[in-house]
Structure formats: structure tokens, C-alpha cells
């Protein structure tokens, strides 16, 4: 199961090399995960207007595996790869939307937080009822 | 005559103010422009790989009329505002893609340079033609 | 009378064709900004503070010069170009720092609003007073 | 043994939410690379013009601690973590630079390569000989 965002490699977005510089790549995913919630029905300019609870980022990875060059265009797909009872982790496969070969894979951790005290909470289900909405996760 | 570039406003893209860093306004700009060159048949990517001849950017300005927030979908235009011997000024119009407001105008001057000498040059024909094919300029 | 802010031309700044991207110039010149006001001790932070006035940039636009490449010392002179009752313009020289040559020059106008109504209203003489702390104005 | 690099968390960087957006923290870790390769007499404009071998980066993850804001003041300590035959792995520890906390700790994979067929090569000694220089590794 998995929502899948495309986007072009921007000139912008490319280095010296001619290729994507690395940290670009976690904005590519975090532009798929935006583009989920709102799929999901759950915008991210919504969940970040709640009033108790947010889902702040703690950690994140990519793993890069063929250059992604000037014009590519790209298919990046969206995965809910694992939940505990606080955090979820998202994972993104970033594939060449021609060839579908996979040029990097990136994971997000976000962990569920009460927005007052910062103490960890269980996710909320509308956060999971979003996913279930966009089609990376089974309801 | 015009060409229209779609996309959304970004998180990574919006500043403490909840609005989108008004650098950012040029990179989507630039992305238009990437655009518009692959729909005239001529990807940034062939300009670029030229042996004889550059079309370097000498000039940018914006023009801030409204703000663009976290998920705003925009449709950014291009057009064709002047050409000289060696030199071509596009004008881009970012507008809401739903309420059709101009949020922002930005104003590229490109210059066309011999690649050996970076003396000026005539604009290469194949560029107009480009535009002309995008649907940005008169044939 | 100017105030001077050093930085490197980075990695990650730089395009395929090994040049500073031309919209990262505006950060650069955004950076010095922010220096500037920290030496006149209104840092940004406490400047997007303030309860009843917002100073929000309407225009930036920049000329190229000379390609900044990866590695480049520069330095950026800010100083105070012009102002009316309503509006600031500020510009920005960069040069490379070790040959003191112009790679490119910007100007950011910001005019002064009321925060609640957005409506343009006088500069506040505190920003006029930092400037003046920053050596960028006549007391 | 470790090698700092000073930054201050700029508007630019900074998202809705008041705080550095996460994939800045790769720039910042990327900039501290580029300053202790320097100070190992190794630019990485020297690196990257090398005829036979590169470095490219196959692995990249971040770790958030505590929330960086506009105006911090950061101090990014750069340490060779662990190397292998044909791979290093930089570690990096952003800390604040007033209170010495940790707000995100990176860590970046190169691997060496052969420039012409990519194929994995022993680290050149002369990368080891800059990171000796730098004061991140040992002699």
C-alpha cells in the first residue's frame, strides 16, 4: 500500500556534480508526506493548528543509491512502515518515474506529543484515520 | 500568451511569519522556467550542454503583493516581456490557482554570451523558437 | 558606512555549472540583514516580536556580476540606501572577500505596517536607531 | 579529537513552527565537512576536481534533540566516527554554543570510489592525511 508523489529534480536542486545534493531529498519526502495528509484529508497546515498534540520529527535518513540528475522525473512512494504506540515511521522510496529504479530511500520518524508538556502521547487516531485515507495504511 | 506553472507552497518553504521566505519566490520562478523550456522542447538540461553559447541570468526581481501560505496551490505564468538582440526579460505572475490573486511578480533578465569568450552574442534562434513552441512568444 | 558580514559560497549553494544559484544570493543578502540588526541590537527574533508593527520586505532584486564559486570568501556590505516616512531600502554589496571585487549587488525595500491592520504607517524610530547602532545610517 | 564549526540558525532555515526545518540540519552538518576539509588543506573544490577517485555520500541520518531557533548560535563538532577499507563515517554533534547542549546529532557515509567505472576503491590517503590535519583523526 502506498501513496505515491511526483516531482521533477529542479536545477536548483542539483550540485557541482550535476546531481541532487543529498539533503534535498528529505524535502522531496517531506513534499510526498504533505502531499499524503492532504490526500488524507488531514492537511499539514491543519495538524499543525491543533491545539494538544503535534508530531514533531526526531529522526531522519536517506539512503542514496543512483544519482538523481537535472530534469528527472521522479516517483516518490509512501509507505507507514512501522507504529508503536507514540511514533510512526514513514518510509520513502524514491524511484525514477521512466525507468522505476530506485534512486534513494528515506525513513521519517515522528513521534506523538502533548503540544503543552512536550511528554510523549499515543498517536492520535485522526493522524492514523488520515493515512488509512490516503492509502498507506489498512483501516 | 503565456505559459502556466503549477505548484503548491511547502512547508520548508515558509518562514517563522507562516508565510513562504520570499527567496523561495524565485526558485519557483526558475521552476516555471524549467517548465516552459521542456514544453518548448529545449529541457534546461540540452541549454546547458550548448558547446558555443550561455544564457546566464544577469538580473531578478519580485515584487510581494500578498502572502503565500503552507499549502497554497499557485499557478505561476510565463511570459515573454521583451527580448533585445542579446538579451530576454520573462515575467512571471504567481497567482492563487484558486482565487486567481497575483501573490507575487518576479522579473528575470537573461543575457545570451558566447561560452568560450562570455562576450555578448545574438540570442540563439533555437531559444526564441523554444518559447515560441511553449506558447510564450509570436512565431 | 556599512556593515560588513563574511560568508562562504557552500556546497549546497552551488549549481551544475559550479556557480553560487542565483537565488541563493538573496539568502546571503538576507543573512547579513540579520547580522546587522543583531550589531544594532534589535536582533530579527525581537523584531518579529513586536506586538503593533511588522517591517515585511514588498521588493528584493539583485544584479550578477561576476560567478561566485564554491569555496569563495565573500564579503557583504549593507548599507542603507534610502528611506521615506514608510519604507527602508537596504543594499547589499558582495564582494570576494580576498580581491574586494563586486560578484553581485541586491537591494530589499521594507515598508513599515501596522500589524493588526496591515496598514503602511511611519518606520519606527526604533529601527532607525539600530541601524544608526549598526553603522549603517547617520545618527 | 574533533574539529567546530561556528553557524548561526537563520530565518531562511527556520519553518511555520519557529524552529529550524529538519533538513537544514544536513546543510549545517555539510558546511562543518566542507570548514574542517579546508583546514585539512583539502577543499573540497581540491576533492571534487580529483581525476580519479570521489567520495560521494551513500548515507545521511539525523537524530533531533532539542529545537534550534532563529538567532541560535550553534557549534557543530565534526569527528571521523569509524572507517573502513573503502568508507568513513563523519559524526556530527550540533550543539548550542552558549549551553553547550546537543540539539541534533548527524551522521554522514562516504564511500570511495573510482571516478571512471564507480567502483569502490581503499579511501585515498590523502583524505586521511587531511582529516589528520584537521584535528579528527589520529596520525
Not at 556534480?17 to 488524507?40: M, N, P, T
Amino acid at each position: 500500500m502506498a501513496f505515491v508523489h511526483h516531482r521533477t529534480a529542479r536545477f536548483g536542486d542539483t550540485d557541482p556534480a550535476g546531481i541532487v545534493f543529498f539533503a534535498r531529498v528529505f524535502e522531496y519526502a517531506h513534499e510526498a508526506f504533505e502531499d499524503c495528509l492532504q490526500a488524507g484529508d488531514l492537511p499539514l497546515q491543519t495538524m499543525l493548528a491543533q491545539a494538544d498534540w503535534a508530531m514533531p520529527l526526531i529522526h531522519a535518513e536517506a539512503d542514496y543509491r543512483a544519482p538523481m540528475r537535472l530534469g528527472d522525473r521522479l516517483a516518490i512512494e509512501v509507505a507507514l512502515a512501522s507504529r508503536s504506540e507514540t511514533a510512526l515511521t514513514l518510509a520513502f522510496t524514491v524511484r525514477g518515474a521512466d525507468d522505476g529504479k530506485t534512486r534513494a530511500t528515506v525513513r521519517h520518524v515522528h513521534v506523538a506529543v502533548d503540544r503543552a508538556s512536550f511528554a510523549k502521547r499515543a498517536v492520535p487516531p485522526e493522524v492514523l484515520a488520515a493515512f488509512v485515507r490516503a492509502g498507506v495504511a489498512e483501516g
